[in-house]
């Protein structure tokens, strides 16, 4: 893997190993669809699934209202402050994610979508290769994203969903609900746990 961008400068909460794992995971199954990534923040996971799609000639949606999720926001732990729109009063990461995707130029290979989960997946009906789940990480947000986009990986196709943590002392457990949720449905099997990173394959 040779990323067009150090991804330290990148702002995001992905380590690189996990980024190498969805390079190789987003790289294999290419050939089978477009991949869509669920929470694109500044766009440090998606300089890496990017990268797979220029290596792979394939494309990706890249999904995010980009207004942040709870914990961004003004007061709470992860809110950055040169990320928020005064002239509006509420975060703006779309900046933040076309420069990153400009300084890759990953831009021939990824589409932006800016809205809810909820409301693209109204708009769209396509079948995905691979669907990356590292959105808001409210049990209400993270269910939505399981139920919108997982029914859309084709067979052979893999789920992977960030921040998964059996513990709760460790972080919060909503992404580790919809994991077992995914591994319950008999849909998925697990192909492996990189970090916090859950790689599962539609059988
Ligand atoms: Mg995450």
Same mark, same amino acid.
């Given at each position: 893997?040779?990323?067009?961008?150090?991804?330290?400068?990148?702002?995001?909460?992905?380590?690189?190993?996990?980024?190498? %794992?969805?390079?190789?995971?987003?790289?294999? %199954?290419?050939?089978?669809?477009?991949?869509?990534?669920?929470?694109?923040? %500044?766009?440090? *996971?998606?300089?890496?699934?990017?990268?797979? @799609?220029?290596?792979?000639?394939?494309? @990706?949606?890249?999904?995010?209202?980009?207004?942040?999720?709870?914990?961004?926001?003004?007061?709470?732990?992860?809110?950055?402050?040169?990320?928020? &729109? $005064?002239?509006? +009063?509420?975060?703006?990461?779309?900046?933040?994610?076309? $420069?990153?995707? /400009?300084? /890759?130029?990953?831009?021939?290979?990824?589409?932006?979508?800016?809205?809810?989960?909820?409301? $693209?997946?109204?708009?769209?009906? @396509?079948?995905?290769?691979?669907?990356?789940?590292?959105?808001?990480?409210?049990? &209400?947000?993270?269910?939505?994203?399981?139920?919108?986009? !997982?029914?859309?990986?084709?067979?052979?196709?893999?789920?992977?969903?960030?921040?998964?943590?059996?513990?709760?002392?460790?972080? +919060?457990? !909503?992404?580790?609900?919809?994991?077992?949720?995914?591994?319950? *449905?008999?849909?998925?099997?697990?192909?492996?746990?990189?970090?916090?990173?859950?790689?599962?394959?539609?059988?």
């Amino acid at each position: 893997m040779r990323l067009p961008l150090n991804p330290d400068l990148v702002r995001g909460f992905l380590d690189p190993d996990e980024g190498a %794992c969805l390079y190789e995971h987003a790289l294999a %199954c290419a050939a089978l669809g477009p991949c869509l990534e669920v929470g694109s923040y %500044c766009g440090k *996971s998606t300089l890496y699934l990017g990268t797979a @799609m220029r290596d792979a000639g394939g494309q @990706m949606i890249a999904l995010d209202h980009h207004r942040g999720s709870e914990e961004h926001q003004e007061g709470e732990a992860y809110h950055d402050p040169e990320l928020f &729109d $005064a002239k509006v +009063g509420l975060m703006d990461t779309l900046p933040a994610l076309r $420069a990153t995707l /400009a300084a /890759a130029k990953l831009e021939p290979f990824v589409i932006p979508v800016v809205t809810t989960s909820a409301l $693209a997946g109204q708009a769209f009906s @396509m079948r995905l290769s691979m669907v990356f789940i590292d959105g808001g990480h409210s049990l &209400d947000a993270a269910v939505t994203d399981y139920r919108t986009w !997982a029914p859309r990986i084709v067979e052979g196709g893999i789920l992977a969903i960030h921040d998964i943590f059996p513990d709760p002392a460790d972080g +919060g457990q !909503a992404p580790y609900h919809i994991y077992q949720q995914a591994l319950a *449905s008999g849909l998925f099997e697990q192909v492996e746990m990189r970090r916090t990173l859950a790689i599962l394959r539609r059988l």
